[in-house]
C-alpha cells in the first residue's frame, strides 16, 4: 500500500464516521460538528483526486460558511432544547431517509463494480488547465463567461428578494 | 483563451438587462411616481419584443459565448412567449399593485416587484436560448428565485407568505433533482454540452447513469411546469400569491420549462426517444385527467385556474410526445395561446373585484353579465378559449397539437385529450351559465375600472381572438422555429 493509499482509506474512514455521527447524535449542534467532520475528510479526498480548487472550495464554503449558517440558525432557533423534551422522530423522513440511501448505494456499488472496466461513467476530459485556481479563473472568464455572469445576476435576485422580504417598513407618513 | 462574442444575437436579453437597471436607479428617485417603474418595464420589454421580431424576420440566428447560447428560431419564438407574457402582466400590475389608495406602504413597494419580473424574465429567455445544461440550470434557478420572492410578495397577508414558502422549499426540491439528472447525464456522456450529449448518446448504447439522470430530469422539469403527479404546489401557490403573479406563474415559467424540455429532450436526447417517449405520454394522459377533474370540484376561481393550468401542461406534452417537427412546433404555438389565454383570464378575475376584496368563490359571480356586461364577454371570450371552442385561439392551439399526435400515431392519446376538453368545458362553462343565468344574492358592486387593466384585458382578448380567426399568423412562425 503506498501512502496515497492509506491517506485514501484515512479520509474514507472519516468521512464515513461523520456522516454515521451526524444522523446518530441526539443534538443537532453536535450533528452540525461532526458534518465538518465529513466536510473536511471529502475536501481530503478531493486533494487526492489533484482537484485542489476544489478542495479548497470544500473547506472554505461547506466547512465554512455553511456550517457557520447551519449552526448560526440552530443556535437562533433554539433547536437543541427540543430534543431534550422528547420531540417526536420522524418516520415519513425515516422512510424516505431508507429508500434515498438504497438509491445512493446502489448508485455507489454499480459505479465502482463498473469501474474497472472503465464503462461506468463517460471519461470527462478535464482540460487540464481546470485544475489550478489560475486555470479555472481564467476557464471562467473565458469558455464558461455566460454562466459566470448569469451567477451574478442569481445573486442580484437573491439580494433584491432578501430586501423585499425582510426591509421593516417605516410607519405611513399621511 | 477568449471567446468571440456576437452582442448583436444577444440583444434582447441586453435591453431586458438594461431596463432592469433603469428600474433599480429610478425606483431610488423617491418625488418620482411608483407608476414610471412599471411603465418602464412595459417599454423595456417591448423594445426587447421589437428586437426579437426583426431577428425572427431577419433571421439573425447564430451560437455565441463558445458555444453556450443558442440564438435560433426555437429560443427567439420562446423570447416572444415571454416578453408578451411579461408586459401583459406589467400592464395589469400597475393599477393591482396601487390597491387602495390608503395602503401607501405597498405603493411605495413597486420598485422591486419589476425588478423580479424583469430578472425572472431573463432567466426564461437563458432557459430558452440555453445550448448548455449549466447555463439552463442558472437560468431556471434565476426564474425561479425571483417567482419565490414575487408569490410572497404581499408578506402582510398570511396566505402569501405561505405560498412563497411552499414554492421555496418544492421549488428547491425540483431544482435538487434537475441537478443531480445534470450530473448523471455528465456521468454517463462527459459533457453538458447539448449538441455534444446528442453525439454522445447517439453513438452507442445509453448507460444506466444516463438514464437515471434522463428521468431525473423529468422529475425535476415535472414540477418546475406542474405536472401531474408533481402538481401539488400549483394551487396553493396560485391562491395565495399575488393574482398578478399567479397569472404570471402559470404563462410565462411554464413555457420556459417546456422550452427547457424540448430542447434537451428532444435535441440532447432525441436518440433517447424510445425511452422517454412512453413516460411523456403517460405523464400527459395523467396531467390532462387529474387536471380537469380536479378543477371541476374547485369553487375558489383562482384554484380551478391552477387546476386548468396544471391540464394545459397535459395538452402541451401531447405535443411533446409526438415528438416530431409538427410536434414541437404545436407545443410552441399552444404554450404562445395558453399564455395570451391564461393572463386574459386572470386580468378578468382581477377586474371582477369588489370593494370588500377579490371575487374569488364561484357564486361572487353571479349575475355579473347583466351588472357588467362587457367583463363579463371578455370573461367569457377568456374562458371559452381556455375551453378550446372555435373560433378561439385555445381551439387552434388544441387542433394543432391533436393533428401532430394523429400523426405521430398516438390515436389514443388524442382520444383522452378530446374527452379531457369536454370534461373542461363543464367547469369553464359553469362560470360563464353563473354569470348569465343565476341572480345574484346581494346587490353586485364592482369598483371602478383600473384603465391598464382594462388595456391589458383587451389586448389579451384581441391576440386571442386575432389568432383564433387567422391561425396562419402565428402557426407559419411557430412551424418555421422548430428545432
Known amino acids: ?174 | 483563451m477568449p471567446i468571440d462574442i456576437n452582442w448583436q444575437l444577444l440583444m434582447p436579453e441586453l435591453v431586458i438587462g438594461l431596463t432592469l437597471l433603469l428600474v433599480l436607479v429610478f425606483d431610488m428617485i423617491d418625488s418620482l411616481s411608483k407608476t414610471v417603474l412599471g411603465w418602464l418595464t412595459i417599454v423595456g420589454a417591448g423594445i426587447a419584443l421589437w428586437v426579437s421580431v426583426t431577428m425572427r424576420l431577419d433571421s439573425t440566428y447564430g451560437i455565441t459565448f463558445g458555444g453556450m447560447f443558442a440564438v435560433d428560431g426555437f429560443s427567439v419564438f420562446f423570447n416572444i412567449i415571454f416578453l408578451v407574457s411579461t408586459m401583459l402582466v406589467s400592464l395589469i400590475s400597475i393599477n393591482y399593485l396601487r390597491g387602495d389608495s390608503a395602503d401607501r406602504r405597498r405603493e411605495r413597494r413597486q420598485g422591486p416587484y419589476y425588478l423580479l419580473i424583469l430578472l425572472a424574465t431573463l432567466g426564461m429567455m437563458l432557459m430558452a436560448a440555453g445550448n448548455e445544461l449549466i447555463v439552463v440550470f442558472l437560468g431556471l434557478e434565476l426564474m425561479s428565485l425571483s417567482l419565490y420572492v414575487l408569490a410572497g410578495y404581499f408578506r402582510e397577508h398570511a396566505v402569501s407568505s405561505e405560498a412563497g414558502m411552499k414554492y421555496l422549499l418544492l421549488g428547491a426540491f425540483a431544482s435538487a433533482f434537475f441537478l443531480y439528472g445534470i450530473a448523471l447525464l455528465y456521468g454517463g456522456t462527459g459533457t453538458t454540452s447539448i449538441p455534444a450529449i446528442a453525439t454522445v448518446v447517439a453513438s452507442g448504447s445509453p448507460s444506466p447513469l444516463l438514464l437515471a439522470g434522463m428521468f431525473l430530469l423529468i422529475v425535476g422539469f415535472g414540477f418546475k411546469v406542474a405536472i401531474v403527479p408533481f402538481h401539488q404546489w400549483a394551487p396553493d401557490v396560485y391562491d395565495g400569491a399575488p393574482t398578478t403573479i399567479a397569472a404570471f406563474i402559470s404563462a410565462g415559467p411554464k413555457a420556459a420549462g417546456f422550452a427547457a424540455f424540448l430542447r434537451i429532450f428532444t435535441e440532447a436526447l432525441q436518440h433517447l426517444q424510445p425511452e422517454w417517449g412512453g413516460v411523456v405520454i403517460l405523464l400527459a394522459m395523467l396531467t390532462m385527467t387529474v387536471g380537469n377533474v380536479l378543477a371541476i370540484a374547485q369553487t375558489n376561481i383562482k384554484r380551478m385556474l391552477a387546476y386548468s393550468s396544471v391540464a394545459h401542461a397535459g395538452y402541451v406534452l401531447i405535443g411533446v410526445a409526438a415528438a416530431n417537427r409538427e410536434g414541437i412546433s404545436s407545443a410552441m404555438l399552444y404554450l404562445l395561446v395558453y399564455c395570451i389565454m391564461n393572463i386574459g383570464a386572470f386580468a378578468a378575475v382581477i377586474l371582477a373585484k369588489t370593494s370588500a376584496g377579490e371575487r374569488l368563490t364561484l357564486s361572487d359571480y353571479a349575475g355579473l353579465g347583466f351588472r357588467k356586461p362587457l367583463l363579463a364577454l371578455f370573461l367569457t371570450v377568456m374562458l371559452l378559449s381556455l375551453a378550446g371552442f372555435p373560433p378561439t385561439a385555445g381551439f387552434v392551439g388544441k387542433f394543432y397539437v391533436f393533428k401532430s399526435a394523429v400523426q405521430a400515431g398516438h390515436i389514443w392519446l388524442v382520444a383522452i385529450g378530446a374527452v379531457n376538453t369536454a370534461i373542461s368545458a363543464f367547469y369553464y362553462l359553469r362560470v360563464v351559465v353563473t354569470m348569465y343565468m343565476r341572480e345574484p344574492a346581494g346587490e353586485v358592486d364592482v369598483s371602478p375600472y383600473p384603465r391598464t387593466l382594462v388595456v391589458g384585458l383587451v389586448l389579451a382578448a384581441i391576440g386571442v381572438l386575432l389568432i383564433g380567426i387567422l391561425p396562419s399568423l402565428v402557426f407559419d412562425a411557430a412551424q418555421n422555429s422548430g428545432l
Open chain 1, 1 to 174: 500500500m503506498n501512502p496515497e493509499q492509506i491517506l485514501f482509506f484515512v479520509f474514507g474512514l472519516l468521512a464515513l464516521v461523520g456522516a454515521i455521527s451526524v444522523i446518530s447524535f441526539r443534538h443537532p449542534i453536535y450533528s452540525a460538528l461532526a458534518l465538518i467532520v465529513t466536510f473536511f475528510a471529502q475536501a481530503g479526498l478531493f486533494v487526492l483526486l489533484g482537484a485542489h480548487f476544489v478542495a479548497a472550495a470544500q473547506v472554505i464554503v461547506y466547512a465554512g460558511a455553511i456550517m457557520v449558517l447551519f449552526l448560526f440558525v440552530i443556535m437562533l432557533l433554539n433547536l437543541g432544547r427540543r430534543d431534550r423534551e422528547g420531540a417526536p422522530t420522524g418516520a415519513k423522513l425515516k422512510g424516505i431517509g431508507i429508500v434515498l440511501g438504497i438509491l445512493f448505494a446502489a448508485e455507489g456499488i454499480y459505479i465502482a463494480v463498473n469501474a474497472r472496466n472503465g464503462t461506468a461513467v463517460a471519461s470527462a476530459q478535464p482540460a487540464p488547465e481546470a485544475v489550478t485556481t489560475y486555470g479555472i479563473g481564467e476557464l471562467l472568464f473565458s469558455k464558461y463567461l455566460l454562466p459566470f455572469e448569469v451567477t451574478s445576476l442569481i445573486l442580484l435576485a437573491a439580494l433584491i428578494g432578501v430586501i423585499v422580504l425582510v426591509k421593516r417598513e417605516k410607519p405611513t407618513d399621511n
